[in-house]
């Protein structure tokens, strides 16, 4: 039997009527939550997301600032924009689009920004919330796997989910919530041995890992739940994950595509963080 397909932009499109009800209801009290991207110099996958974040600001009736900034734009000017932004009551979500010109430091750029503000969850104090379970902003897209897994009835708790990969953006904080949700948790990476036969054992497989087509039908549970966070893009500019969709497709239970799967989630959690910030800041639980 062919997986069930998990649907990314479904999902996505359900939490933000929810997120817009909430946003209608707070517009009412005359509060309205603010997001804030700043981009510094010209790459064009940047250049993409953040026009997709302002959108997705505009179709939920956030107030939105985009901050371009020439590539020379000093470390200390960026500070000073952070700072700037830390204070002013508007903006309940700063993010700073990653990869930075290599002339700025990313670690001192996101210790900056405030953690009540840290909507991308990268700052130590909201990745160490994470680890002891304290309330934080979660990051995105692992915040994203677990909706999906979640909206779908696939409970993580009393499962064996195997994460491959373990970048601190996905990985490791993928690998935090599962067990928060109480799964069984394994993490592999490039020196896992026999990396197929530990996936085979997985109730719930992520994988995030940025190599395309790495994942085949031998490396999934008959049943299993397998998770594609990768985005890769072909020689022939179509996109694929680092899972093998069409090989895995009568093996596993639930699939995600991609593209349509956990990428729509992405930006939807980001929309979800900035609320959750706005609500906080207005001392709303
Ligand atoms: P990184 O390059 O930061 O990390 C990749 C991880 O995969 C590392 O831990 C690495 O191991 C491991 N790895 C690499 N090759 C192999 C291999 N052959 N076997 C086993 N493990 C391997 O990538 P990211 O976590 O940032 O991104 C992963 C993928 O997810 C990319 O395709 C990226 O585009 C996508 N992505 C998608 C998002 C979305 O919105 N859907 C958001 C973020 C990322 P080691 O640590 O040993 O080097």
Not at 31 to 52: C, F, H, K, T
Not at 164 to 176: A, C, D, Q, Y
Request: proline share 7%; net charge negative; glycine share 8%.
């Amino acid at each position: 039997m062919s997986a069930r397909i998990i649907n990314g932009k479904e999902i996505s499109d359900t939490i933000r009527r929810e997120i817009r009800e909430e946003v209608e209801r707070l517009s009412g009290r005359g509060i309205r939550p603010g997001l804030v991207v700043i981009l510094v110099g010209e790459d064009p996958a940047s250049q993409v997301y953040v026009r997709n974040k302002a959108k997705a600001c505009e179709d939920l009736g956030y107030h939105s600032e985009v901050v371009r900034l020439p590539a020379d734009t000093t470390q200390d000017e960026l500070l000073h924009l952070i700072a700037k932004y830390n204070e002013d009551p508007k903006i309940n979500g700063i993010l700073v689009q990653l990869p930075l010109p290599k002339h700025i430091a990313e670690k001192p750029v996101i210790d900056a920004i405030s953690v009540d503000k840290d909507v991308d969850g990268f700052h130590p104090i909201s990745v160490g919330n994470l680890m002891i379970g304290d309330d934080s902003l979660l990051p995105c897209t692992p915040a994203g796997v677990i909706e999906l897994l979640k909206r779908t009835g696939n409970s993580p708790a009393g499962k064996h989910a195997v994460v491959v990969g373990r970048s601190n953006i996905v990985g490791k904080p993928v690998s935090m919530l599962l067990l928060r949700e109480n799964a069984t948790v394994t993490v592999c990476h490039s020196r896992t041995p026999d990396l197929p036969a530990v996936a085979r054992q997985a109730d719930i497989l992520i994988v995030a890992v940025g190599v395309p087509k790495l994942v085949k039908r031998d490396w999934v549970k008959p049943g299993a739940v397998v998770i594609d966070v990768g985005i890769n893009r072909l020689e022939d500019g179509k996109l694929a994950g680092d899972v093998d969709y069409e090989d895995v497709l009568e093996t596993a239970g639930w699939i995600t595509p991609v593209p349509g799967g956990v990428g729509p989630m992405t930006i939807t959690m980001l929309m979800a963080n900035t609320l959750k910030s706005c609500k906080r800041a207005n001392g709303i639980d």
